[in-house]
């Protein structure tokens, strides 16, 4: 493209520095639009406490936050705006803190909710607005677990099943 450009400049009998400044001129221009394409297309702003990401979270606006607490550490990334007055939110469980060796294999996976403005930060308490391998995971976690239980009580829940 540039070279064209120049080709038309030296045809039309421009002088070399006009035709530098030409250049120079489209070529930040260039670099210009990538640089608005990045800041609206993918840059996020990294919010260093809850006050913040629901300010974000109220106009859905691109940011990150982790979030610490005694049983994980949390990603939320709100990554833009669907129908209605829901946020699209990807979450990643970035390490356990507590659990069984089984939940370890959560560690990393990550799932997409479009999370209704108020609910902001419980989008892994509510998997029903989520899709991803994170809720496949925990959901294959919370089904194994209560196959266990029953097995383990099913002489305590014949009994309650037979009472009047």
């Known amino acids: 493209m540039v070279g064209k450009i120049k080709e038309i400049l030296e045809r039309e009998g421009y002088s070399k520095l006009y035709q530098r400044l030409v250049i120079s001129f489209i070529i930040l221009t260039l670099i210009l639009i990538l640089f608005l394409g990045y800041y609206f297309f993918f840059y996020e702003k990294a919010c260093a406490n809850e006050e913040c990401f629901k300010k974000a979270f109220d106009k859905c606006n691109r940011v990150n936050f982790l979030k610490d607490n005694e049983q994980a550490l949390w990603l939320y990334q709100i990554t833009g705006r669907e129908k209605g007055a829901k946020c699209k939110v990807k979450v990643t469980l970035m390490m356990l803190k507590q659990g069984t060796i089984e939940n370890q294999k959560?560690?990393?996976s990550f799932m997409i909710c479009n999370v209704i403005?108020?609910?902001?930060?419980?989008s892994e308490g509510d998997l029903s607005s989520c899709k991803g391998l994170l809720k496949e995971k925990m959901q294959e976690i919370i089904i194994q677990?209560?196959?266990n239980y029953i097995l383990k009580n099913v002489g305590e829940i014949k009994e309650e099943f037979n009472q009047p």
């Open 106 to 108: 959560l560690e990393g």
């Open 117 to 122: 403005r108020d609910n902001a930060l419980n």
């Open 145 to 147: 677990r209560m196959h």
